[in-house]
T-cell receptor, first 111, second 117 residues
């Protein structure tokens, strides 16, 4: 079993839709959770960084962590074609620990 | 501009060649990383240089050899590669604080796309 599971998609939505991206994990020691966005031919770019459970909002993006279910989500409101990218979840157990990544979900937002 | 610059962006090499990938970070960070990104697989950590130590993933073959001459520069020396080594190689950097030690989020370069003939 992979430590982090992420549906690779692809996911295609119309402009303006609410997008929900998810990861599940098996290691209960994970406490730090990140979402990265990776455009084609570019490196991953940090979008959201959260610690432990709860929600964090930044503009159109909301990150949600449910440690009891070992489930994290990224919501994108009012999605735009410029949001089309691969979204990677990543997590670690301690602040100094190794990052474990999901496979990434390919998202396309069409006009 | 990501603050982490990787060269070359693309590299095609034969299995018997020797080449090096270069990474330079302009963020003042003190830790640097090499990752391998293959299609349909999660990012795989290859090497870490942090707190003047090198930590490596034991599954990385010896045909990959890292070098970190200072906190701003990182190299990955390649020799006698195999076709399955074709992938995107990403460099990242981060700031380690402390003690007690904590690690800020990693910032990535745009990668070197490596193709082995």
């Amino acid at each position: 079993q992979k430590e982090v599971e992420q549906d690779p998609g692809p996911l295609s939505v119309p402009e303006g839709a609410i997008v929900s991206l998810n990861c599940t994990y098996s290691n209960s020691a994970f406490q730090y959770f990140m979402w990265y966005r990776q455009y084609s031919r570019k490196g991953p770019e940090l979008l959201m960084y959260t610690y432990s459970s709860g929600n964090k909002e930044d503009g159109r993006f909301t990150a949600q962590v449910d440690k009891s279910s070992k489930y994290i989500s990224l919501f994108i409101r009012d999605s735009q074609p410029s949001d089309s990218a691969t979204y990677l979840c990543a997590m670690k157990g301690t602040s100094y620990g190794k990052l474990t990544f999901g496979q990434g979900t390919i998202l396309t937002v069409h006009p | 501009e990501t603050g982490v610059t990787q060269t070359p962006r693309h590299l095609v090499m034969g299995m018997t060649n020797k080449k090096s990938l270069k990474c330079e970070q302009h963020l003042g960070h003190n830790a640097m990383y090499w990752y391998k990104q293959s299609a349909k697989k999660p990012l795989e950590l290859m090497f870490v240089y942090s707190l003047e130590e090198r930590v490596e993933n034991n599954s990385v073959p010896s045909r990959f050899s890292p070098e970190c001459p200072n906190s701003s520069h990182l190299f990955l020396h390649l020799h006698t590669l195999q076709p399955e080594d074709s992938a995107l190689y990403l460099c990242a950097s981060s700031q380690v604080l402390g003690p007690p030690y904590s690690n800020q989020p990693q910032h990535f370069g745009d990668g070197t796309r490596l193709s082995i003939l």
